[in-house]
């Protein structure tokens, strides 16, 4: 069988790597910048700390209305003031929402038509233009979007992407400097997101020894470190193995797709604005529980790395193991925290059905009934030690 692997041209990775950027936008010969990131950034000083000398010589016009989770309406509004600004680069700086809406500036903008048209679930146009040059410089750890060619939207009931490789970054800069930072919840669940990519990616039915390599190495990276990370936000050392385990874990997923915990998170973002991370923490253990025997032997290796043990897990371990890592770290384990009741359950189902693209991918085949049962097991939880 052959195996085709994609990367995104260049990545710096590494303390200190912004360093890069004057250089690389000097040999870019650019005159008009476009930064995309979010007010939050700017009000914490993390804008001006890193881009500012860029002023000196260039034209930076710095856009901040990005909002968390971003609305279809919220691309289509950056993708206008691009058309408007005639600028040769965009720079996307901040976590997955702020980069995948400078992967759509830099694209769409060159394209005809709006970023719905583009859509991968109702779009009905392809793209035809690769667009400006993008550089992308994620500030949490978590969703890999700096090395992937997919730019996630909410839109009513559900979520949907635009999916292409004109969107994968010229430039991915990984300095984990800038998630300094973020604040404990975050940290927590942008890393459990970093997790489940590396996890998904694993046990994709098509994952090759290529991405296994990347995805169980970036499972050692996250696991080892996600907890000081979020005990310790300065930790330098624990904050380095993040940015190189979600990096890591984005270019896994990237080649082998994540599955069932995405297609049934994506529904808890848009119905009930779960941030992305979150939904996939409090459905990580019971898709984990649920799919562990159409897959076993792969399920005992991440298993062994998670607890450091090596020993033959049960179904009901599986579960625990998946479970404890979640509330370690603090994170909501059940749906019910977050005021969703059962008869949410059908609608949540039924949109998660639609997300065919992450659901083929999983090594267990899941069906209506199947992720109902999930979404079931979720809603009350199971106590860890049961
Ligand atoms: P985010 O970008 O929505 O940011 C969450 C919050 O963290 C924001 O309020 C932001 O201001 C804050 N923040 C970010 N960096 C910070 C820092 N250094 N210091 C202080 N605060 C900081 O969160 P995210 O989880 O990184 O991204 C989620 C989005 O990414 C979702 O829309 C999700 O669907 C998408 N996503 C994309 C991909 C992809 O491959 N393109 C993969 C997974 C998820």
Redesign the pocket.
Known sequence: MISTLRFPIRSHIGWGSIEKLLPELQNLKLSNILIVT????VK?G?VDQYLSPLKEEFTVNVYTDVE???TLRCAETLVAFTRQGEFDCVIGL???????LAKLAAVVSQNDGSVKDYLNLTGTKPLVHKGIPKILI???S????EV?D?????LEGT?DVVTHDFLLADLAIVDPQ??????KR?TA??GI?ALT?AVEAFLSINANEATDALALKAVKLISGSLENAVENGEDKEARTAMSFGSYLA?LAF?NAGVAGVHALAYPL?SQFKL???ESNAVLLPYVMKYIAPSCLQKMNIVCDILTKEDKNPTPDDYLQIFYRLVENVGLPTTLKEYGISESYLSTLTEDAVKQKRLLGRSPMPLNQEDIFQIYHLALHGVKAGI
């Open positions: 979010d007010q939050t950034l914490i993390l968390p989770e971003p901040g976590g997955g929402s702020a980069l995948d994620p500030t949490t978590g969703t890999g979007s992937t997919i730019a996630v939207l909410s979520k800038l998630t300094i930072s973020v604040p975050i669940a942008t997101d990519h984005g990237f973002g941030p992305h991370g």
